[in-house]
């Protein structure tokens, strides 16, 4: 691994002033200023030479850098224009060697379900408007992707890696938990964006599952019932789970045949439970 010259504050805002961006709310960006941050992600990712790295709002090229820097191909996916043309360039200047090893795509991250090279890790920092849609979506569409790192807003973070029980735990842990296992990795100053965001980030690290629970089928199935169970997670899930029984009673029948108490709630099953009833003949 070769050092390279990563972005500072004052690089980020030579970059911003010259393609007149002015970081906005609706895409969620803020700038990551600190190249301790940057090496940090990218050594908690477990980045290695050859590795071909899919970085989702790469912005104005920090985190690009610290990939490159260690020796894995990027392919980043950057919706606003200006940022998109412009990395290319600024990898260039910063990392001459280095630029043969980038490849941009312009494009809305949703939209995106095939990337002229196939990925291995996933290791972004996430806008904080669109983080789960977009970690679920590359999720289903690369399954080569088997592991990475993703920077999000704290309160989405813990609630992605939750596990049954939490106070946070809901939708998006159980789908999570459908492609593999999630951890917290540590939380990142505020100071290290810039603008400064109002709200805290964290690491989250994840490991996909050798095996998925199974097909797509089963999966639109699956999720179809944990949306159903947490959209009133309050309620029992005899309850919640009766718009897609048809009614309490076909529900109650559904989770007894899978083993599950009907008065239970969403938040006491876990990914294997929801499978389960997702399998279950009524």
Known sequence: MTALRLLGPAEIRDLADLLDVTPTKK???????????????VRVAKVQPGD??????????????????ADA????????????????????????????????VHKDALHVTE????????????????????????????????????M???????RVAAEP???????????????GSWRTAGTVSRQVFWPVPNVDSVLVAFERHDDEPGDE?????????VDAAFQQRRKMLRQALAPVYGDAATASTALEAAGIAPTLRGEQLGIADFVRLATARV
């Open 27 to 41: 895409l969620g960006q803020n700038f990551v200023i600190d190249g301790n941050t940057v090496r940090r992600i």
């Open 52 to 69: 071909v790295v899919v970085e989702v709002g790469p912005g104005l090229g920090s985190l690009t850098l610290g990939l490159l820097e």
């Open 73 to 104: 191909t990027v392919v980043a996916v950057e919706i606003d224009g200006r940022l998109a043309e412009q990395l290319p360039i600024t990898v260039r200047t910063m990392a001459e060697e280095a630029a043969d090893r980038l490849t941009v």
């Open 115 to 150: 990337l002229p090279l196939s990925p291995t890790r996933l290791v972004a920092n996430l806008p904080y408007n669109v983080s789960v849609p977009v970690l679920l979506h590359f999720l289903e569409h690369f399954p080569g992707i088997r592991s990475g790192v993703v």
């Open 152 to 158: 999000v807003q704290a309160e989405v973070g813990f």
């Open 165 to 179: 029980g939490s106070k946070v735990y809901g939708a998006p842990s159980v789908k999570a938990a459908w492609y």
């Open 217 to 225: 089928t089963l999966r639109l199935r699956t999720f179809e019932l």
